[in-house]
């Protein structure tokens, strides 16, 4: 979904091998998606020449060695978010990156569509004031995220926070402008498998809440939950909004993560008219409904690998604040960071 598509409608990408810990589940992923090469180990794919970019879908924990691995190749990467376990293993990774010359990004897809740049647009331009505050959700019904997941591992970098709470930490900073961080209040449910052995004591967050403070005393909130139940045991809950509130009124987008499948932006100015839009239009001015997150993602990638000026960026000082915030909300919640990586580049 984020790259063998994109790549489809993409006349510079070619998704040429993939590896795989096993190679026959390498040579049926490649049967299926029409790929040249299947490799059975992840090396032997950096071992490639012919490999110029490397898409690292791995579990978080894993992101640090392999993209460091991968740099260390001379492989240009696209990491998948989160960017690592730890703001330092992070900051490690764009460092080599920067050191060899080559093009690193952690994949924060929603940040390239249309609909989320017009939502900074609006704030940019004062249209709803001065900042107070501003809020970004992602919650999801229970059944979405099977048992098992990895994201309910610790060890692999699991967690609700982790894994969604990423979106609205990454949003809240852009959108506000704001990479220093303040974590105020941060609660946590955690996650408790069905059939639990009676010694099982989880350390993984189902759900996260937090309160920010963030530059220029602007307040941020977030929420986010891997499995709410549904309500009344019927209904289930799916919110992927953000809304920031300004001193003349708000603008709020109702799915900032996948704005494709569906939104609205709404801004409501006190006194005056609400008014809604949905916007689609990719860098030309051409109307594409269709077109993903992932696809305006991989255009802006293969510009910057090519040289030319990319319609959007996730920068490393975006990712490096987004771990560093993620830290001290689980310093504040008890849960504590997932550990730093244990890779240690030769
Ligand atoms: N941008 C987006 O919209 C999305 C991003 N993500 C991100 O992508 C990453 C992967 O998530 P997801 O695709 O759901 O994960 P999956 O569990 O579906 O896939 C992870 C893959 O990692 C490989 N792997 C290597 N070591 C391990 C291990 N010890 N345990 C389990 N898998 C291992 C496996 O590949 P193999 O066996 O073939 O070697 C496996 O298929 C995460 O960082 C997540 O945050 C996830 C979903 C959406
Ligand atoms: O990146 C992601 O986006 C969609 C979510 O459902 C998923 O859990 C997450 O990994």
Request: no cysteine.
């Given at each position: 979904m984020a790259l063998i598509l994109p790549a489809r409608t993409h006349?510079?990408?070619?998704?040429y091998a993939v590896g795989a810990r096993n190679l026959d589940k390498a040579k049926k992923y490649a049967k299926k998606h029409r790929i040249e090469k299947a490799y059975g180990s992840y090396q032997e794919l950096l071992d490639d020449?012919?490999?110029d970019v490397v898409y690292n879908p791995l579990p978080n924990a894993l992101h640090h060695e392999w993209t460091m691995k991968a740099l260390a190749a001379g492989k240009h990467v696209l990491n998948?978010?989160?960017?690592?376990?730890?703001a330092e293993d992070t900051a490690s990774m764009f460092d080599l990156a920067e050191q060899k010359g080559l093009v690193m990004m952690d994949?924060?897809?929603?940040?390239?569509h249309p609909a989320v740049l017009r939502v900074k647009e609006i704030i940019e331009s004062k249209t709803i004031g001065k900042l107070k505050t501003v809020t970004a959700k992602l919650i999801v019904p229970k059944g979405i995220t099977a048992e098992?997941?990895?994201?309910?591992?610790f060890a692999l970098g699991g967690g609700a926070l982790m894994d969604m709470g990423v979106y609205t930490v990454n949003c809240i900073q852009y959108m506000t402008s704001s990479r220093s961080v303040e974590v105020t209040d941060a609660t946590t449910e955690l996650y408790a498998p069905?059939?639990?052995?009676?010694?099982y004591a989880s350390n993984i967050d189902r759900t996260a809440t937090a309160t920010l403070t963030l530059s220029d005393g602007i307040k941020g909130n977030l929420e986010v939950d891997l499995a709410r139940p549904l309500r009344y045991g019927l209904i289930p809950t799916l919110d992927m909004s953000f809304k920031a509130e300004g001193v003349l009124g708000s603008v709020e987008i109702d799915?900032?993560?996948?704005?494709?499948l569906y939104h609205n932006i709404t801004v409501n100015i006190r006194g005056g008219p609400i008014s809604t839009e949905k916007v689609y239009k990719n860098r030309f001015g051409e109307r594409e409904e269709w077109r993903t997150t992932y696809m305006y993602q991989l255009e802006s990638f293969v510009d910057k690998v090519r040289g030319r000026e990319p319609k959007a960026w996730v920068s490393k000082e975006d990712s490096v604040a987004t771990m560093k915030c993620v830290e001290k909300i689980y310093q504040k919640n008890g849960l504590?960071?997932?550990?730093?990586?244990?890779y240690i580049p030769v």
């Open positions: 006349p510079e990408v070619i998704v020449k012919d490999v998948e978010k989160p960017s690592a376990n730890t994949a924060y897809h929603y940040r390239f098992g997941d990895i994201r309910y591992d069905k059939n639990k052995p009676e010694s799915n900032y993560v996948m704005p494709t504590g960071s997932r550990p730093k990586s244990a």
